[in-house]
Protein backbone atom coordinates (compact mmCIF):
# COMPACT_ATOMS: atom_id res chain seq x y z
CA UNK A 1 0.00 0.00 0.00
CA UNK A 2 1.16 3.49 -1.08
CA UNK A 3 0.23 6.40 1.33
CA UNK A 4 0.85 9.89 0.75
CA UNK A 5 1.33 12.26 3.29
CA UNK A 6 -1.05 14.54 4.31
CA UNK A 7 -2.86 11.54 2.06
CA UNK A 8 -4.65 12.35 -0.83
CA UNK A 9 -4.35 9.54 -2.46
CA UNK A 10 -4.96 5.79 -1.58
CA UNK A 11 -3.86 3.30 -3.39
CA UNK A 12 -4.45 -0.58 -2.16
CA UNK A 13 -4.97 -3.44 -3.51
CA UNK A 14 -8.25 -4.65 -5.34
CA UNK A 15 -11.14 -5.14 -2.91
CA UNK A 16 -13.66 -7.84 -2.96
CA UNK A 17 -16.89 -7.74 -1.78
CA UNK A 18 -18.35 -10.40 0.78
CA UNK A 19 -21.83 -10.07 0.74
CA UNK A 20 -23.73 -8.36 -1.75
CA UNK A 21 -27.46 -8.78 -3.15
CA UNK A 22 -27.46 -8.25 -7.42
CA UNK A 23 -30.77 -9.35 -7.87
CA UNK A 24 -32.21 -10.09 -11.05
CA UNK A 25 -33.96 -9.39 -14.32
CA UNK A 26 -34.30 -6.01 -15.59
CA UNK A 27 -32.32 -4.70 -12.85
CA UNK A 28 -29.43 -7.12 -12.54
CA UNK A 29 -27.05 -5.07 -14.85
CA UNK A 30 -27.32 -1.94 -14.00
CA UNK A 31 -27.17 -2.76 -10.18
CA UNK A 32 -24.32 -5.24 -11.11
CA UNK A 33 -21.84 -2.18 -13.09
CA UNK A 34 -22.02 -0.38 -9.54
CA UNK A 35 -20.34 -3.41 -7.93
CA UNK A 36 -18.17 -4.72 -10.67
CA UNK A 37 -16.64 -0.36 -11.19
CA UNK A 38 -14.38 -1.15 -8.07
CA UNK A 39 -14.73 -5.37 -6.72
CA UNK A 40 -12.95 -8.19 -8.22
CA UNK A 41 -14.83 -10.92 -6.76
CA UNK A 42 -17.80 -10.69 -4.65
CA UNK A 43 -20.05 -13.30 -2.98
CA UNK A 44 -23.44 -12.73 -4.22
CA UNK A 45 -26.93 -13.24 -2.03
CA UNK A 46 -28.82 -16.36 -3.17
CA UNK A 47 -32.41 -14.57 -2.17
CA UNK A 48 -34.08 -14.47 -5.19
CA UNK A 49 -37.44 -15.57 -5.76
CA UNK A 50 -37.48 -18.37 -5.76
CA UNK A 51 -33.98 -18.85 -3.64
CA UNK A 52 -31.31 -20.38 -5.41
CA UNK A 53 -31.33 -24.19 -3.90
CA UNK A 54 -29.68 -25.76 -6.73
CA UNK A 55 -26.31 -26.24 -8.53
CA UNK A 56 -28.45 -25.93 -11.52
CA UNK A 57 -30.12 -22.68 -10.33
CA UNK A 58 -26.74 -21.32 -9.08
CA UNK A 59 -25.16 -22.11 -12.32
CA UNK A 60 -27.64 -20.10 -14.48
CA UNK A 61 -27.46 -17.50 -12.47
CA UNK A 62 -23.81 -16.60 -12.46
CA UNK A 63 -24.39 -17.06 -16.71
CA UNK A 64 -26.95 -13.92 -16.14
CA UNK A 65 -24.76 -12.54 -14.11
CA UNK A 66 -21.29 -13.02 -16.48
CA UNK A 67 -23.46 -11.84 -19.66
CA UNK A 68 -24.69 -8.91 -17.47
CA UNK A 69 -21.16 -7.09 -17.66
CA UNK A 70 -19.93 -4.60 -19.74
CA UNK A 71 -17.49 -5.22 -22.12
CA UNK A 72 -14.01 -5.48 -20.49
CA UNK A 73 -15.08 -5.46 -16.95
CA UNK A 74 -13.24 -7.89 -14.92
CA UNK A 75 -15.35 -9.40 -12.13
CA UNK A 76 -15.87 -13.13 -10.63
CA UNK A 77 -19.50 -13.96 -8.83
CA UNK A 78 -18.89 -16.28 -6.18
CA UNK A 79 -21.96 -18.21 -5.84
CA UNK A 80 -24.20 -19.16 -2.81
CA UNK A 81 -26.36 -22.12 -1.77
CA UNK A 82 -29.94 -21.36 0.07
CA UNK A 83 -29.80 -23.49 2.98
CA UNK A 84 -33.71 -24.62 3.33
CA UNK A 85 -35.44 -27.09 5.38
CA UNK A 86 -35.07 -30.38 3.62
CA UNK A 87 -31.98 -29.57 1.92
CA UNK A 88 -29.60 -32.40 0.72
CA UNK A 89 -26.77 -32.69 1.66
CA UNK A 90 -25.60 -33.84 -1.71
CA UNK A 91 -26.50 -30.71 -3.47
CA UNK A 92 -24.08 -29.37 -1.10
CA UNK A 93 -21.58 -31.36 -2.03
CA UNK A 94 -21.64 -31.28 -5.39
CA UNK A 95 -22.12 -27.50 -6.15
CA UNK A 96 -19.02 -27.52 -3.55
CA UNK A 97 -17.11 -30.36 -5.30
CA UNK A 98 -18.11 -28.98 -8.81
CA UNK A 99 -16.72 -25.17 -7.71
CA UNK A 100 -20.21 -23.90 -8.51
CA UNK A 101 -20.99 -22.72 -4.64
CA UNK A 102 -18.50 -20.64 -2.63
CA UNK A 103 -20.60 -20.65 0.37
CA UNK A 104 -24.30 -21.31 2.00
CA UNK A 105 -26.36 -18.94 3.25
CA UNK A 106 -28.34 -19.51 6.23
CA UNK A 107 -31.61 -17.27 6.73
CA UNK A 108 -33.65 -18.05 9.66
CA UNK A 109 -37.37 -18.01 7.68
CA UNK A 110 -38.94 -14.86 7.58
CA UNK A 111 -36.43 -12.98 8.96
CA UNK A 112 -35.77 -10.79 6.67
CA UNK A 113 -36.37 -9.93 2.15
CA UNK A 114 -37.35 -13.13 0.46
CA UNK A 115 -36.15 -15.60 3.33
CA UNK A 116 -39.84 -17.41 3.82
CA UNK A 117 -38.02 -20.59 2.47
CA UNK A 118 -35.21 -20.09 5.18
CA UNK A 119 -34.32 -22.53 7.68
CA UNK A 120 -37.39 -22.75 10.40
CA UNK A 121 -35.21 -25.13 12.71
CA UNK A 122 -31.31 -24.77 13.04
CA UNK A 123 -31.24 -28.54 14.28
CA UNK A 124 -33.21 -29.99 11.54
CA UNK A 125 -30.47 -29.29 8.96
CA UNK A 126 -27.43 -30.29 11.21
CA UNK A 127 -26.39 -32.99 8.92
CA UNK A 128 -26.17 -30.54 6.00
CA UNK A 129 -23.85 -28.18 8.84
CA UNK A 130 -22.28 -31.32 9.68
CA UNK A 131 -21.53 -32.14 5.44
CA UNK A 132 -20.08 -28.47 5.16
CA UNK A 133 -17.91 -28.99 8.15
CA UNK A 134 -16.63 -32.40 6.80
CA UNK A 135 -15.79 -30.19 3.40
CA UNK A 136 -14.67 -27.45 5.11
CA UNK A 137 -17.28 -25.02 3.19
CA UNK A 138 -18.25 -21.83 4.57
CA UNK A 139 -21.26 -20.92 6.57
CA UNK A 140 -22.75 -17.77 5.77
CA UNK A 141 -25.22 -16.30 8.35
CA UNK A 142 -28.34 -14.14 8.64
CA UNK A 143 -28.06 -13.35 12.41
CA UNK A 144 -30.91 -12.71 13.92
CA UNK A 145 -34.10 -14.24 15.70
CA UNK A 146 -37.06 -14.37 13.51
CA UNK A 147 -39.52 -15.02 17.04
CA UNK A 148 -41.76 -11.99 16.81
CA UNK A 149 -41.59 -11.88 20.74
CA UNK A 150 -38.04 -10.57 20.72
CA UNK A 151 -37.68 -6.70 19.98
CA UNK A 152 -36.49 -6.41 17.03
CA UNK A 153 -33.44 -3.87 18.03
CA UNK A 154 -32.65 -6.93 20.31
CA UNK A 155 -33.19 -9.93 17.36
CA UNK A 156 -29.12 -9.99 16.62
CA UNK A 157 -27.97 -10.23 20.18
CA UNK A 158 -30.52 -13.14 21.12
CA UNK A 159 -29.66 -15.28 17.65
CA UNK A 160 -25.57 -15.48 19.16
CA UNK A 161 -26.97 -16.43 22.44
CA UNK A 162 -29.84 -18.82 21.69
CA UNK A 163 -28.17 -20.52 18.23
CA UNK A 164 -25.09 -19.46 17.35
CA UNK A 165 -22.93 -20.02 20.56
CA UNK A 166 -24.51 -23.70 20.37
CA UNK A 167 -23.79 -24.15 16.36
CA UNK A 168 -20.26 -23.29 16.80
CA UNK A 169 -20.24 -25.78 19.89
CA UNK A 170 -21.63 -28.83 17.82
CA UNK A 171 -19.54 -27.89 14.72
CA UNK A 172 -15.92 -26.66 15.97
CA UNK A 173 -14.34 -27.20 12.48
CA UNK A 174 -16.95 -25.22 10.58
CA UNK A 175 -16.18 -21.70 9.17
CA UNK A 176 -18.60 -19.20 10.32
CA UNK A 177 -19.57 -15.54 8.57
CA UNK A 178 -21.47 -14.19 10.53
CA UNK A 179 -22.95 -11.44 8.19
CA UNK A 180 -23.87 -7.41 8.36
CA UNK A 181 -22.76 -7.38 12.30
CA UNK A 182 -24.75 -4.50 13.94
CA UNK A 183 -23.93 -5.03 17.68
CA UNK A 184 -21.09 -4.05 19.94
CA UNK A 185 -22.49 -7.93 21.61
CA UNK A 186 -21.71 -9.69 17.72
CA UNK A 187 -18.31 -7.61 18.00
CA UNK A 188 -17.05 -9.02 21.15
CA UNK A 189 -18.80 -12.79 20.29
CA UNK A 190 -17.00 -12.64 16.35
CA UNK A 191 -13.47 -12.10 18.47
CA UNK A 192 -13.66 -14.17 21.31
CA UNK A 193 -14.18 -16.51 18.22
CA UNK A 194 -11.81 -15.58 15.64
CA UNK A 195 -10.46 -17.97 13.95
CA UNK A 196 -13.13 -20.12 12.62
CA UNK A 197 -15.58 -17.22 12.78
CA UNK A 198 -15.84 -13.64 11.17
CA UNK A 199 -17.96 -11.19 10.12
CA UNK A 200 -18.63 -8.78 7.58
CA UNK A 201 -19.60 -5.22 8.31
CA UNK A 202 -21.75 -2.53 6.14
CA UNK A 203 -20.84 0.87 5.06
CA UNK A 204 -24.26 1.74 6.45
CA UNK A 205 -23.72 0.69 9.65
CA UNK A 206 -20.40 2.18 10.09
CA UNK A 207 -22.21 5.67 9.37
CA UNK A 208 -25.85 5.82 10.76
CA UNK A 209 -27.67 4.58 13.96
CA UNK A 210 -31.58 3.63 14.52
CA UNK A 211 -31.92 7.45 14.89
CA UNK A 212 -31.33 7.67 11.26
CA UNK A 213 -34.62 6.31 10.26
CA UNK A 214 -36.83 8.68 11.81
CA UNK A 215 -35.17 12.29 11.49
CA UNK A 216 -38.32 14.57 11.01
CA UNK A 217 -40.50 11.78 9.60
CA UNK A 218 -40.20 7.79 8.47
CA UNK A 219 -37.04 7.36 6.49
CA UNK A 220 -37.24 4.16 4.98
CA UNK A 221 -33.81 4.63 2.50
CA UNK A 222 -32.20 3.96 6.24
CA UNK A 223 -33.72 1.13 7.32
CA UNK A 224 -32.51 -2.43 6.48
CA UNK A 225 -32.19 -5.92 8.77
CA UNK A 226 -30.48 -6.25 10.55
CA UNK A 227 -31.99 -3.01 11.75
CA UNK A 228 -29.24 -0.10 12.50
CA UNK A 229 -28.65 -0.38 16.43
CA UNK A 230 -27.87 2.76 19.28
CA UNK A 231 -25.10 4.64 18.96
CA UNK A 232 -22.68 2.82 20.82
CA UNK A 233 -22.99 0.09 18.64
CA UNK A 234 -22.16 2.08 15.61
CA UNK A 235 -19.01 3.06 17.64
CA UNK A 236 -18.18 -0.54 18.32
CA UNK A 237 -18.26 -1.71 14.47
CA UNK A 238 -16.31 1.59 13.89
CA UNK A 239 -13.72 0.64 15.89
CA UNK A 240 -13.98 -3.09 14.98
CA UNK A 241 -13.59 -2.76 10.95
CA UNK A 242 -10.66 -0.03 11.45
CA UNK A 243 -8.69 -2.55 14.09
CA UNK A 244 -7.40 -4.21 10.95
CA UNK A 245 -8.37 -7.58 13.22
CA UNK A 246 -8.05 -10.59 10.05
CA UNK A 247 -11.73 -11.82 11.54
CA UNK A 248 -13.33 -8.53 10.40
CA UNK A 249 -13.90 -7.50 6.73
CA UNK A 250 -15.79 -5.58 4.17
CA UNK A 251 -19.56 -6.84 3.01
CA UNK A 252 -21.62 -4.30 2.15
CA UNK A 253 -24.92 -5.85 1.90
CA UNK A 254 -26.23 -3.71 -1.26
CA UNK A 255 -29.34 -4.86 -1.09
CA UNK A 256 -31.67 -2.46 -3.89
CA UNK A 257 -34.94 -2.00 -3.62
CA UNK A 258 -36.91 0.23 -6.02
CA UNK A 259 -38.26 3.44 -5.17
CA UNK A 260 -41.86 2.38 -5.32
CA UNK A 261 -40.87 -0.31 -2.82
CA UNK A 262 -39.06 1.16 -0.77
CA UNK A 263 -41.88 3.62 -0.33
CA UNK A 264 -45.09 1.35 -0.29
CA UNK A 265 -46.91 1.11 3.29
CA UNK A 266 -44.94 -1.68 3.92
CA UNK A 267 -41.47 -0.50 2.54
CA UNK A 268 -38.73 -3.25 2.22
CA UNK A 269 -35.31 -3.50 4.18
CA UNK A 270 -32.51 -3.01 2.19
CA UNK A 271 -29.86 -0.07 1.70
CA UNK A 272 -28.66 0.44 -1.73
CA UNK A 273 -24.81 1.39 -1.15
CA UNK A 274 -22.80 -0.27 -4.11
CA UNK A 275 -22.24 3.39 -6.55
CA UNK A 276 -20.22 4.53 -3.72
CA UNK A 277 -19.45 1.40 -1.39
CA UNK A 278 -15.42 1.61 -0.92
CA UNK A 279 -15.66 5.54 -0.97
CA UNK A 280 -18.50 5.38 2.04
CA UNK A 281 -15.72 2.84 3.92
CA UNK A 282 -12.62 5.25 3.09
CA UNK A 283 -14.43 8.13 4.86
CA UNK A 284 -14.88 6.22 7.96
CA UNK A 285 -11.33 4.98 7.98
CA UNK A 286 -10.05 8.43 7.42
CA UNK A 287 -12.20 9.96 10.65
CA UNK A 288 -10.60 7.09 12.58
CA UNK A 289 -6.98 7.56 11.79
CA UNK A 290 -6.94 4.49 10.05
CA UNK A 291 -6.70 4.39 6.59
CA UNK A 292 -3.59 2.39 6.49
CA UNK A 293 -5.94 -0.52 7.22
CA UNK A 294 -8.49 -0.09 5.16
CA UNK A 295 -6.79 -2.64 2.97
CA UNK A 296 -6.55 -5.34 5.11
CA UNK A 297 -10.54 -4.70 5.73
CA UNK A 298 -11.25 -4.31 2.35
CA UNK A 299 -8.60 -6.86 -0.10
CA UNK A 300 -6.69 -9.05 2.50
CA UNK A 301 -8.91 -10.60 5.54
CA UNK A 302 -11.79 -11.60 3.38
CA UNK A 303 -9.97 -13.75 0.79
CA UNK A 304 -7.18 -14.78 3.51
CA UNK A 305 -10.57 -16.15 5.64
CA UNK A 306 -12.08 -17.91 2.30
CA UNK A 307 -8.97 -19.45 1.34
CA UNK A 308 -8.73 -17.12 -2.22
CA UNK A 309 -6.12 -15.96 -3.20
CA UNK A 310 -5.66 -11.73 -2.90
CA UNK A 311 -6.48 -9.38 -6.01
CA UNK A 312 -3.48 -8.92 -8.45
CA UNK A 313 -4.58 -5.23 -9.29
CA UNK A 314 -4.62 -1.74 -7.41
CA UNK A 315 -7.53 0.65 -7.07
CA UNK A 316 -7.14 4.67 -6.24
CA UNK A 317 -8.37 6.77 -4.14
CA UNK A 318 -8.51 10.17 -4.61
CA UNK A 319 -9.54 12.67 -2.02
CA UNK A 320 -12.11 14.52 -3.95
CA UNK A 321 -15.15 16.14 -3.45
CA UNK A 322 -17.85 13.64 -4.51
CA UNK A 323 -21.19 14.85 -4.55
CA UNK A 324 -23.85 11.62 -4.82
CA UNK A 325 -26.51 11.74 -6.90
CA UNK A 326 -30.10 11.55 -5.57
CA UNK A 327 -31.17 9.20 -7.67
CA UNK A 328 -29.65 5.84 -9.29
CA UNK A 329 -31.46 5.25 -13.05
CA UNK A 330 -32.09 1.64 -13.43
CA UNK A 331 -32.01 2.27 -17.48
CA UNK A 332 -34.79 -0.29 -17.82
CA UNK A 333 -38.38 -0.95 -19.12
CA UNK A 334 -40.17 0.00 -16.38
CA UNK A 335 -37.79 3.59 -15.63
CA UNK A 336 -37.43 2.56 -12.33
CA UNK A 337 -35.22 4.32 -9.61
CA UNK A 338 -32.82 3.28 -7.13
CA UNK A 339 -31.74 5.88 -4.24
CA UNK A 340 -28.45 4.84 -2.99
CA UNK A 341 -26.78 5.65 0.11
CA UNK A 342 -25.50 9.08 0.76
CA UNK A 343 -28.27 10.39 -1.97
CA UNK A 344 -27.42 14.20 -1.57
CA UNK A 345 -24.41 14.16 0.53
CA UNK A 346 -20.42 14.89 -0.34
CA UNK A 347 -18.28 12.46 -0.28
CA UNK A 348 -14.65 12.97 0.65
CA UNK A 349 -13.03 10.20 -1.67
CA UNK A 350 -13.63 9.28 -5.64
CA UNK A 351 -12.31 6.29 -7.09
CA UNK A 352 -10.43 7.40 -9.80
CA UNK A 353 -11.43 6.14 -13.32
CA UNK A 354 -10.18 3.87 -15.62
CA UNK A 355 -8.77 1.76 -13.02
C1 LIG B 1 -31.56 -7.80 2.15
C2 LIG B 1 -32.34 -7.86 0.84
O1 LIG B 1 -33.05 -6.91 0.53
O2 LIG B 1 -32.20 -8.85 0.12
N1 LIG B 1 -32.09 -6.72 2.95
C3 LIG B 1 -31.45 -6.06 3.95
O3 LIG B 1 -32.11 -5.24 4.62
N2 LIG B 1 -30.20 -6.28 4.22
C4 LIG B 1 -31.60 -9.11 2.84
C5 LIG B 1 -30.63 -9.21 4.00
O4 LIG B 1 -29.43 -9.29 3.80
O5 LIG B 1 -31.10 -9.19 5.14
ZN1 LIG C 1 -27.83 -9.22 2.74
Partial sequence: MALNSPAQKLIIRQPDDWHVH??????????????????????????????????????????????????????TPLMTVFLKDGLSPDVIKQGWHEG???????????????????VSDLIAIDSLLETMENIDMPLLIHGEVNDPHVDIFDREEVFIE????????????????????????????????????????????LHINRNAMFLGGIR??????????????????????????????LGTDSAPHTRAAKESACGCAGIFNAPNALESYAEVFDEEGALDRLEAFAS?????????????????????????????ELLNKENEKLVPFHAGETLQWKLEENN
Fill in 220 to 249: SDFYCLPVAKRERHRLALRKAATSGKKCFF
Fill in 22 to 75: LRDGSILEAVLSATSRVFGRAIVMPNLQPPITSVEAAKSYRERILSSLSSGADF
Fill in 100 to 118: VFTAAKLYPAHSTTNSSDG
Fill in 162 to 205: RHLAPLLSRHPGLRVVLEHITTEQAVQFVEANAGKLAATITPHH
Fill in 300 to 328: VNGPSFYGLPLNKKTVTLIRQTNIVPLVF
